[in-house]
């Protein structure tokens, strides 16, 4: 049986065809959806909202590939499901779609981080470190949320309005043992602590070790609902740890919180090909 020649051809002057409908307006509308779905999945990533994502997306190829072959009963089942499914997704991922309008409200979704210069950032930084090296040595607890993009101010409201300027002799004398702001958390914006004393919500996540405390369960909590980052000094061993996204990473050293702080004071501004390069990264 003679091949057909004609089949590649045709593909290729349909694939011209659609290339010659593409205009201005099209490029600007793929450009700004990618944006968007980018700006999702890196709200996404490294939070148990990602194995959602990944087991819907499961359901939705499964629900393809069983409507294709016609197996009605499966297809049937799946189309229930998925309906339930779209139903509860507002309560699953409601960190998420909080997180997202505030990003929104705020005018920050697609917008750069406001950040400190070089100097400034590297002050701030280093007394930080300074302070919580000091609290470590001497075991006392500590809390210090670290506003990010998303503001902070309904967190800073439950506790004791200050507004100074970030030294590590200021960070300790708020941290004084049995004194009124010793047990809340100090919020920081820039190189400033706006409140201290502050509540914060503690993790409905069961899966925690049980070494972990109620500060360390506050911290996680706030980071799971904003994108913060809690830096943590346990009263019981003088361990620091660090919550972002709804994770805790501990036993960090003066070197290690400094390189964890550092971009989030003076984080870099990515543009188009950055964007692209941390895509590829992380693929």
Same mark, same amino acid.
């Given at each position: 049986?003679?091949?057909d020649?004609?089949?590649?051809f045709?593909?290729?002057?349909m694939?011209?065809?659609l290339?010659?409908?593409?205009?201005?307006?099209?490029?600007?509308?793929?450009?700004?959806?990618?944006?968007?779905?980018?700006k999702?999945?890196?709200?996404l990533?490294?939070t148990?909202?990602i194995?959602?994502v990944?087991g819907?997306?499961?359901?939705?190829?499964?629900?393809?590939?069983s409507?294709?072959?016609?197996l009605?009963?499966?297809?049937?089942?799946?189309?229930?499901?998925?309906?339930?499914?779209?139903?509860?997704?507002?309560?699953?991922f409601?960190p998420?779609? *909080?997180r997202a309008l505030e990003?929104?409200?705020?005018g920050?979704?697609?917008?750069?981080?406001?950040?400190?210069?070089?100097?400034e950032?590297r002050s701030v930084?280093h007394?930080?470190?300074?302070?919580?090296?000091?609290?470590?040595?001497?075991k006392?607890?500590?809390?210090?949320?670290?506003e990010r993009n998303m503001?902070?101010?309904d967190?800073?409201a439950?506790?004791?309005?200050i507004?100074?300027?970030?030294?590590?002799d200021?960070?300790?004398?708020?941290f004084?043992?049995?004194?009124?702001?010793?047990?809340?958390?100090?919020?920081?914006?820039?190189? *400033?602590?706006?409140a201290?004393?502050?509540l914060?919500?503690?993790?409905?996540?069961?899966?925690?070790?049980t070494e972990?405390?109620?500060r360390?369960?506050?911290?996680?909590?706030?980071?799971?609902?904003c994108?913060?980052?809690?830096?943590?000094?346990?009263?019981?061993?003088?361990?620091?740890?660090v919550?972002?996204?709804?994770?805790?990473? *501990?036993?960090?050293?003066?070197?290690s919180?400094?390189?964890?702080?550092?971009?989030v004071?003076?984080p870099?501004q990515?543009g188009?090909r950055d964007m692209?390069?941390?895509w590829r990264?992380?693929?």
């Amino acid at each position: 049986m003679p091949l057909d020649l004609s089949l590649p051809f045709e593909f290729h002057g349909m694939f011209r065809g659609l290339l010659s409908t593409i205009g201005p307006i099209d490029v600007l509308d793929i450009f700004v959806v990618a944006a968007i779905l980018y700006k999702a999945y890196e709200m996404l990533q490294d939070t148990r909202a990602i194995t959602l994502v990944k087991g819907i997306l499961v359901l939705l190829a499964i629900a393809v590939i069983s409507s294709f072959l016609q197996l009605h009963a499966i297809s049937w089942l799946l189309q229930k499901a998925i309906t339930l499914l779209f139903v509860a997704l507002p309560i699953v991922f409601q960190p998420e779609l *909080r997180r997202a309008l505030e990003h929104l409200g705020q005018g920050k979704f697609l917008g750069a981080v406001v950040s400190l210069d070089d100097d400034e950032a590297r002050s701030v930084v280093h007394e930080l470190v300074k302070a919580v090296r000091v609290l470590a040595a001497n075991k006392t607890g500590a809390l210090l949320v670290i506003e990010r993009n998303m503001g902070l101010n309904d967190v800073s409201a439950t506790g004791i309005q200050i507004d100074g300027l970030i030294t590590a002799d200021f960070l300790l004398n708020v941290f004084i043992p049995n004194t009124p702001l010793h047990d809340g958390a100090a919020v920081i914006r820039g190189k *400033r602590l706006i409140a201290a004393g502050c509540l914060l919500p503690l993790t409905e996540n069961r899966s925690l070790s049980t070494e972990l405390g109620t500060r360390h369960r506050a911290a996680i909590g706030l980071s799971e609902q904003c994108d913060a980052l809690i830096v943590v000094v346990s009263e019981e061993t003088g361990t620091i740890s660090v919550a972002e996204n709804g994770r805790i990473m *501990r036993h960090l050293n003066a070197d290690s919180l400094r390189n964890v702080l550092r971009p989030v004071f003076n984080p870099p501004q990515a543009g188009i090909r950055d964007m692209v390069k941390n895509w590829r990264r992380k693929e």
